[in-house]
């Protein structure tokens, strides 16, 4: 089993460096975010990002024009949706030729389902916590993991929502997930990462891997 790790809202040079043992990197430019990072800002980080990772721009029901942009300023190898976008609006992002993960608020099985409307139109489903406000993502709430079980889908898809290194193994355990998102897990205050968590979170998952 391969795990694939991103770490997502990450705003400065230490975490990125801190993350190379990540295989994807998420910057947010969703301004309600406490994650948010400008442009220009990411342009600057870009450089500390590796060969070997991918780097993902999170975006809420975002103009795409914006999108555009960012996409061809920073180069980003995937777009994240995590907004309401819905199947017209993903259609105009298919132009940028860049793969779409698309975020899916979980609480309940008809969520699961909702997920199967987007499989033939995205490259990836991501499963995160349903939110009670306008914050997309990053609660460090876990949703039940059971309503994965057994999940099975053309598509590669991603476990996220309150994963941190307590969790994990358990998280694996039920729902066989070979992809993870992490953010408020490896966190010392709201929207500041830790580097010593990430690196810790990191190493637990690959010895988790070797011992499986």
Same mark, same amino acid.
Not at 29 to 39: E, G, H, V
Not at 122 to 141: A, P, Q, W
């Given at each position: 089993?391969?795990?694939? $790790?991103?770490?997502?809202?990450?705003r400065d040079k230490e975490?990125?460096?801190?993350?190379?043992?990540?295989?994807?990197?998420?910057?947010?430019?969703?301004? !309600?975010?406490?994650?948010? $990072?400008?442009? /220009?800002?990411?342009?600057?980080?870009?450089?500390?990002?590796?060969?070997?990772?991918?780097? &993902?721009?999170?975006? *809420?029901?975002?103009d795409l024009n914006l999108?555009?942009?960012?996409?061809?300023?920073?180069?980003?190898?995937?777009?994240?949706?995590?907004?309401?976008?819905?199947?017209?609006? $993903?259609?105009?992002? !298919? !132009?940028?030729?860049?793969? $779409?993960?698309?975020?899916?608020?979980? #609480?309940? *099985?008809?969520?699961?389902?909702?997920?199967?409307?987007?499989?033939?139109?995205?490259?990836?489903?991501?499963?995160?916590?349903?939110?009670?406000?306008?914050?997309?993502?990053?609660?460090?709430?876990?949703?039940?993991? #059971?309503?994965?079980?057994?999940?099975?889908?053309?598509?590669?898809?991603?476990?996220?929502?309150? /994963?941190?290194?307590?969790?994990?193994? #358990?998280? /694996? #355990?039920?729902?066989?997930?070979?992809?993870?998102? &992490?953010?408020?897990? *490896?966190?010392?205050?709201?929207?500041?990462?830790?580097?010593?968590?990430?690196?810790?979170?990191?190493?637990?998952?690959?010895?988790?891997?070797?011992?499986?």
């Amino acid at each position: 089993m391969n795990i694939k $790790i991103k770490l997502c809202g990450l705003r400065d040079k230490e975490s990125i460096l801190a993350s190379s043992g990540a295989n994807y990197i998420g910057f947010v430019f969703y301004q !309600k975010s406490p994650r948010f $990072i400008n442009a /220009l800002e990411a342009k600057k980080l870009r450089r500390y990002i590796n060969d070997n990772q991918k780097l &993902v721009g999170l975006f *809420v029901d975002a103009d795409l024009n914006l999108i555009n942009h960012i996409s061809e300023t920073l180069c980003l190898d995937i777009i994240q949706l995590h907004g309401n976008e819905d199947l017209n609006y $993903i259609n105009e992002i !298919k !132009k940028l030729k860049k793969p $779409i993960i698309k975020a899916i608020p979980i #609480k309940e *099985v008809s969520d699961i389902k909702r997920a199967r409307e987007y499989e033939k139109f995205c490259d990836m489903i991501l499963f995160d916590t349903k939110s009670e406000s306008d914050v997309s993502g990053g609660t460090g709430i876990s949703f039940d993991w #059971k309503l994965l079980k057994g999940y099975d889908s053309q598509r590669e898809w991603i476990l996220a929502g309150g /994963l941190n290194e307590e969790n994990i193994a #358990k998280a /694996l #355990k039920i729902t066989k997930a070979t992809f993870i998102d &992490v953010s408020s897990g *490896v966190e010392k205050s709201r929207g500041e990462k830790c580097q010593k968590k990430i690196k810790s979170f990191i190493k637990y998952v690959k010895n988790y891997e070797k011992n499986k």
